[in-house]
């Protein structure tokens, strides 16, 4: 059975064109003058998928969008906007929208939108369709929760804008992925993903590593060095921390955003580059706006496009989907042998705030397989809920130490007291800080080469 398209457009030369051609593409196509017409349509036919003007005589497009959403959630809609309201329309895809294309645009240019929306359909996967059990996955990303398949349709929608996105949630969430993602969906994807984290760094040394510096610049810069800006040239940058940028920096940084063009540290000639920006942050940008640490119009020319990630404890459906799959992406740690995971086992996972989000429960998991094969059975190894570490809130009460006892040789085994008394406080820090490794190594007055050393030192991973 051909898919069905209900095409609304103000314009009835355009109305009638995609109307045929797309009917000669196979579709079976109906047409409405406006959003009035549409919804009557739309109430009498099994419509697939809705193309819609933006700006039409009474009800509008957005109007239209709802109500489809409302009635059939399960239809999506394109929007045909022309430039100057393409805000609007990013808008209506985070209301639900699976697209938008801009006028002037070719049948062809649709055509190759609604070849990706039912090719997604049709595979069940990479491009975020539903599986089975109610999964999604978008890019690296998985998740059952109805506001992560929401925040994949928008991811979706905005990847092939080419406009500057800002990246909102709590540490551990997965901002890093959701860039990967969208990096994935855009027209730049053949293009490099530069990386870069601005927490923590000197602002001399943060410039230079974002915009690169000239021999001689300064001591130690023996060569000329391209910045990560130069490095992402045709590709996209994620700036992370990026509320971590000095106020020296911001205008600088703001300027590259704008102008697409910047100076090496030492440099007088303007290097120019084509990079989409994706910035990411756990802070709320506008209240250090308020607070005179961020400059407003860096905030806004950053927050052009505002994709949030809700912290795990706000999706519950999500911790068991997450923790078969890094049960899975971590199962070589137990050779050859498959593992499962117990109901009493995800159950303890519900049970958990999870403070370090996404990121705290692939570190559980990820030691949980490590008791695993202590245990004496055959066949496939179940992760139970002894397997655990205690998920409990970690304080410094001196109840948490361990107990002091006499070695053999009837003296206290003070080395191994301190280590246990270390790995404590360091594993404390981590949690209290969501796994943030620069913000542990400051909590605990140590750098966080330090830090990291000890992490490795004690298995705890991440180090």
Not at 3 to 11: K, M, T
Not at 84 to 104: F, N, Q
Not at 161 to 175: A, F, P, V, Y
């Amino acid at each position: 059975m051909p898919q069905r398209i209900l095409v609304v457009d103000d314009e009835p030369l355009k109305r009638i064109t995609l109307q045929i051609e797309l009917s000669e593409r196979g579709y079976e196509v109906y047409e409405a003058a406006d959003a009035q017409a549409a919804r009557r349509v739309f109430d009498a036919r099994p419509i697939d998928v809705v193309v819609t003007d933006v700006r039409m005589p009474g009800l509008s497009g957005l109007d239209l969008l709802t109500y489809v959403k409302q009635i059939r959630p399960e239809v999506d809609v394109i929007l045909m906007t022309a430039y100057a309201t393409i805000d609007t329309a990013v808008l209506a895809i985070k209301r639900g929208a699976y697209d938008y294309i801009t006028k002037p645009f070719t049948t062809q240019d649709l055509l190759v939108k609604l070849d990706r929306l039912f090719a997604s359909r049709a595979r069940g996967d990479p491009d975020g369709a539903a599986a089975r059990d109610g999964t999604e996955t978008c890019g690296r990303l998985v998740a059952r929760s109805v506001s992560m398949k929401r925040l994949f349709e928008q991811v979706r929608g905005v990847a092939p804008t080419d406009r500057t996105i800002l990246l909102c949630g709590e540490s551990g969430t997965g901002k890093e992925l959701l860039a990967e993602a969208i990096h994935m969906h855009s027209v730049r994807a053949a293009k490099p993903l530069v990386r870069f984290s601005c927490a923590a760094l000197q602002p001399s040394v943060l410039e230079s590593e974002l915009f690169g510096h000239e021999k001689g610049a300064f001591t130690g810069a023996i060569r000329q060095k391209a910045g990560r800006f130069e490095l992402a040239h045709g590709g996209t940058m994620l700036l992370d921390e990026v509320d971590d940028i000095p106020t020296e920096l911001q205008v600088k940084l703001l300027r590259a955003v704008e102008q697409q063009e910047f100076e090496r540290v030492g440099g007088e000639e303007a290097v120019r580059v084509d990079v989409r920006l994706i910035c990411a942050t756990k802070c709320d940008l506008l209240k250090l706006v308020k607070e005179g640490r961020f400059r407003e119009d860096l905030y806004y020319r950053l927050n052009v496009i505002s994709l949030a990630i809700p912290p795990l404890r706000e999706r519950p459906d999500d911790i068991p989907v997450l923790a078969r799959h890094f049960v899975q992406k971590h199962a070589a740690l137990v050779g050859d042998r498959p593992v499962e995971i117990s109901p009493h086992a995800i159950d303890e996972l519900l049970r958990h705030p999870w403070p370090g989000n996404v990121r705290e429960l692939e570190h559980v998991i990820e030691r949980a397989l490590a008791f695993c094969p202590a245990a004496d059975t055959e066949g496939p190894l179940e992760i139970r809920p002894e397997h655990i570490l205690p998920l409990g809130p970690v304080t410094a009460d001196v109840t948490t130490l361990p107990a002091l006892e006499l070695t053999e040789n009837g003296r206290l085994g003070l080395t191994d007291t301190v280590a246990d008394i270390e790995r404590r406080m360091i594993l404390l820090a981590l949690r209290q800080c969501g796994n943030n490794q620069a913000r542990a190594a400051q909590r605990l007055g140590i750098p966080r080469t330090t830090l990291r050393d000890k992490m490795a030192r004690y298995n705890i991973p991440g180090g």
